[in-house]
């Protein structure tokens, strides 16, 4: 181990090799504090040359590889598991002028989100992904897995941001493409390949990434509906008739009494309902006609409109405080996952299901991204088998033609669940591309793949 | 070779195996009337499951495949270079119903996209990629070829279409995956790398595709402008203006007159304009207000708005009708580049000093998707030399940050291009790829990838 600290601290500077047990100890914990196994070392690279030299190291000391970014991942796969050089992107910060004329800017992988949004707002521009842990979640993190968010149906994921890439292979080889055109039929797509892929074929150093308008002019209503199927035919009307729509959340009655309840809101409707949606509009010129119109076309059972900048934040409050409410109740189960609109009624019911079998402390709250069908659920006070209800909801998603990872990605807690995702024939084409790219295998091990036996 | 017609007749039938050189030829020449080398034979499977048989068959015999689909490629890349067995996709054509609530659709290869177009709309939804060549070209093909059209700047191109895929890897073994969710990280895009591959990877048999509204209500604008910048300019008012915009489509004054001589239409301005931009919106209600408000914000020295549906197709013949007029030129050069916004002036000059250092006979036109800064450039006449020509002007797009072919693919006409794009590293982890999914190099030998020089 010496030796390969000696070797790493002569590529990014003694200073930047963190190998004592106290200072090592903030990169193998997750933002939640949960604890991954003991890593050999930390290093922290500042720039793409040091990462294919700290690369080119490990792979001759044969030495497994934890690409790290923010921190803000939920499945484990930026901790390391025992044994390994964690990679910390952090020092990785530059980011380029905002081209404006081509809505584009290229930024190093350990760019916040935050900061991106900062950087290109002031020009009229924004960046398509956004998501709760901007402040933390770079833009390496956000490619590697693929985040998705909450204007996802309307920009596309993260892939769909990515207009070109530089990242470093196994053996420290630097592969770099940072042409920035949307059409460019030139060979494979690399970006698209390392987008998702979770630092197991490639550590992203740098990205180009697309803008889309920064719209000023917005309008925000949380409707109240009957069901649950009466938000998802909502969605379709919406759609089809405010090509400004800009977000479509929705969360059921658990969910909103958790928030108001932890975070003290007033409840925004004199009666609960059982499902909610909110919706807002982002335009050129205030979209709030526009978004009332299309809502007379709906089942909604009432609505609050927010007035002002000031009243839209109020809205907002119940959606974004939501997530860490639910968090209070510890859920035993959560899931993070992806239905077909026709899918997402279903999967509801299927959980009220398991509330009425289970005994009475047992409790369920559901948010999500009604725009792509991507749900949260959180299921507390089970008394029954964890793995087995899991296996069941998982199995019943697939089968109602959703994925059992949405937005969160694999990492390390899901890898279980792949075989029940993808066909065999599937998994072992992930696997060759996996062997082509890394074929030592250092690349994030027991990520998306099971961990080889330790020896 | 006869031991292997006869294995393949037993799969797909005698009477879709064809070895006679009078119907093989069908499939030796390409939509244009080029001529590729001499197949060994054609086979059309009838199914995925004869399908993965024929690649068995022709893995077994070390016999190289050449995919083929509606044949309306520009780059060579379905044509035999000689002794291949050609694979026409074109008897499965299986379309699934429409599922109108998760705006989806499960299409066999083989199916046409006007077919697809038929199909969808009468639901109120529609297919988000189109081009010229609809009624030939295919939904594999498009997916081959990562096709892109005249939407892309709004849905993206053929790749942002596909949400699951099911193909034929080189030795028979069918990989599946027709999950239909936007939000699907359960481990690496196979959808998004088999677009693009050319058939090099795998051979697309199936795709479950996403819809996007059909918009009736449309407002299009011929708008004349004072320079090629003054209309890259009006598409950044457009894109920030108008979230209804579905259509950019820019021209030169020379492929105006090329196709109002060539079509016999009138022209549409009393006097000639360096450039025109065709603009088109799409929604729910008449967008033709945002439109007109929009057009206020920018340069338009003139410009000619459609009254009614019969105005539109007036409209929209000049462009439609002009890639035939500038066919009529025969030019020595084309070229199917996508620039940056920046790119796109710088580029039109370049063509325009090409010209002036010619002699008297050499002409050029252009048009371009300008949302995504696709030009298609024709220059004829030419004394000088072309393949210079061709590089010099290449090599320019790259250093724009341009990518040297946008939507027609590499095939095999354009691979000695690649290496002006892509660095080395990058090749090579293309050549990774493609040793992982066809080891022994059957699919499309010669396409993307230099031929192996023949034993």
């Not at 504090?33 to 793409?48: D, E, W």
């Not at 109602?400 to 807690?413: C, F, N």
Request: with cysteine.
């Amino acid at each position: 181990m010496t030796g390969l600290g000696d070797r790493l601290a002569a590529v990014v500077g003694a200073e930047h090799v963190l190998a004592d047990e106290d200072v090592r100890a903030a990169y193998e914990h997750d933002w939640k504090g949960t604890r991954g196994g003991a890593a050999l070392l930390a290093v922290r690279p500042g720039s793409t040359g040091e990462v294919a030299g700290v690369l080119r190291c490990c792979s001759e000391a044969g030495v497994a590889v934890v690409p790290r970014g923010g921190n803000t991942g939920l499945a484990g796969g930026a901790l390391p598991r025992g044994g390994e050089v964690v990679l910390s992107l952090e020092r990785l910060r530059a980011v380029g002028p905002v081209e404006v004329a081509d809505a584009l800017v290229e930024a190093e992988a350990g760019v916040t989100l935050a900061r991106l949004q900062e950087h290109v707002r002031p020009e009229g521009l924004d960046f398509g992904v956004d998501l709760g842990a901007r402040d933390a979640a770079t833009v390496g993190g956000m490619i590697a897995t693929n985040a998705g968010g909450i204007h996802a149906f309307r920009h596309g994921t993260m892939r769909a941001q990515v207009r070109g890439i530089e990242a470093v292979l196994a053996d420290g080889t630097v592969v770099r493409r940072l042409t920035g055109v949307l059409k460019d039929n030139a060979g494979y797509d690399l970006p698209g390949l390392l987008a998702g892929s979770e630092g197991t074929l490639a550590v992203v150093t740098r990205a180009r990434l697309r803008l889309v308008p920064f719209h000023r002019a917005r309008a925000t209503v949380l409707v109240a509906l009957a069901s649950v199927d009466a938000g998802v035919r909502l969605l379709g009307v919406l759609l089809a008739r405010v090509p400004a729509l800009d977000a479509v959340e929705i969360f059921g009655t658990r969910a909103l009494e958790l928030v108001c309840a932890s975070a003290c809101l007033p409840r925004p409707f004199p009666r609960p309902y059982p499902a909610y949606v909110l919706v807002e509009a982002a335009a050129h010129d205030d979209p709030l006609d526009q978004l009332v119109a299309a809502l007379d076309h709906t089942d909604a059972v009432d609505s609050v409109v927010a007035a002002d900048a000031a009243g839209r934040e109020r809205l907002w409050a119940y959606r974004e405080l939501m997530p860490e409410a639910m968090g209070r109740q510890a859920p035993s189960v959560h899931f993070d996952i992806c239905l077909p609109r026709s899918g997402i009624a279903v999967f509801e019911k299927a959980i009220q299901q398991v509330l009425r079998s289970e005994a009475a402390g047992a409790g369920a709250a559901w948010l999500g991204h009604l725009g792509d069908g991507n749900l949260h659920v959180g299921i507390w006070g089970l008394a029954g088998d964890r793995a087995a209800l899991e296996r069941r909801l998982l199995q019943l998603t697939v089968s109602l033609g959703g994925s059992v990872s949405a937005e969160h990605g694999v990492g390390t807690r899901k890898v279980h669940m792949l075989p029940w995702a993808r066909e065999p024939a599937d998994l072992a084409v992930m696997q060759a591309l996996k062997r082509a790219l890394d074929p030592q295998g250092i690349l994030n091990p027991g990520v998306l793949f099971p961990a080889a036996p330790s020896s």
